[in-house]
């Protein structure tokens, strides 16, 4: 009798759960779906580079800012969440954005290893571009440094890269990449003459200029887009920020215009650095993990695309 009333009990269990079986698959589905999309987007903060070492996909420029304001706007920046610091000689800088890191250090705020700072050797010292790491480090006051960049083309620029990778060699940097090389020629001048394929192309990249011919060619290679100026930059920032598709999904998402065009960037597979020595704007700019946008919303976003570039260097 025990036996046949276990039997009972086991044939009730079985039937309870076949009943909600569709009920638990379906929600099972939706769970696993929802995992997948919020792991591969919202908190896929980072992404790998061909050096190995992962890079964070949003960051904080500090283009135009002097030491003290850009030691202010990092160390604030690094406590809103920000983990990748752009800086490079030409800003002048470079003291004051590793005072901001320090002080955040020290706070406990974060450690060296979660803060990636990216410089970049300026067309000044490419005759002693080894010289120019070792300046980069002394002011920085730093041991190594995430990423270095050749801030743009010019004279001796091959042998600029040969002292970068000198430079990975050595320990003193992890990665190393190039910036404002715009097309497939440009990239493929420097990766035939190197030893370690360029990990990062620092450009300007914005809804109006998206230079997707660059960013599907260096693929291959696992070098990654990064983009400097993703509003447009100074003077022409209010003019993307009101063009009627961007104000429109601004409506849709309940964002601002800002945060549109950074979870754009994000999405089409970019590094964005947004620069602000504001701070509601820096916070504002960080608070894009909330909300995806559609497919849909992505093609208009890539409709925008003017081909036309604000700078030119």
């Not at 020290?106 to 050797?121: L, N, Q, W, Y």
């Not at 089409?268 to 820096?282: E, M, R, W």
Request: glycine fraction near 8%.
């Amino acid at each position: 009798m025990r036996k046949i009333f276990m039997l009972i009990i086991c044939v009730a269990f079985v039937n309870i759960f076949s009943a909600c079986g569709a009920q638990n698959s379906a929600e099972e589905k939706i769970t696993k779906e929802a995992t997948q999309e919020m792991s591969t987007s919202f908190f896929s903060e980072s992404v790998a580079l061909n050096s190995g070492f992962n890079m964070p996909r949003l960051g904080l420029g500090t283009w135009t800012l002097d030491d003290d304001t850009a030691e202010d706007c990092v160390y604030y920046a690094l406590k809103v969440g920000y983990r990748l610091i752009d800086t490079a000689r030409y800003y002048g800088n470079e003291v004051g954005v590793g005072r901001g890191i320090r002080r955040a250090i020290d706070d406990g705020i974060a450690s060296r290893e979660e803060i990636f700072i990216t410089s970049k050797i300026m067309p000044g010292d490419y005759n002693s571009p080894d010289t120019a790491i070792d300046n980069s480090l002394k002011s920085l006051n730093l041991d190594y440094i995430d990423l270095m960049l050749i801030h743009q083309p010019g004279y001796n620029d091959e042998e600029v890269y040969r002292a970068l990778e000198r430079g990975v060699k050595a320990g003193k940097i992890r990665s190393i990449g190039i910036s404002n090389y715009y097309t497939p020629r440009d990239f493929d001048r420097i990766k035939n003459i190197a030893t370690i394929v360029p990990a990062v192309i620092q450009n300007e990249n914005h809804p109006y200029y998206q230079n997707e011919e660059l960013q599907t060619y260096v693929k291959k290679f696992g070098t990654v887009i990064e983009s400097w100026y993703p509003f447009g930059g100074r003077g022409n920032t209010q003019k993307i920020f009101n063009d009627a598709t961007i104000q429109s999904l601004a409506k849709k998402y309940s964002k601002t215009p800002a945060q549109i065009i950074l979870r754009w960037q994000f999405q089409a597979g970019y590094v964005v650095i947004p620069g602000s020595s504001n701070k509601n704007h820096i916070a504002e700019n960080f608070n894009i993990f909330d909300f995806r946008l559609t497919p849909e919303d992505m093609e208009l976003m890539r409709g925008l695309n003017k081909n036309r570039r604000f700078e030119n260097w």
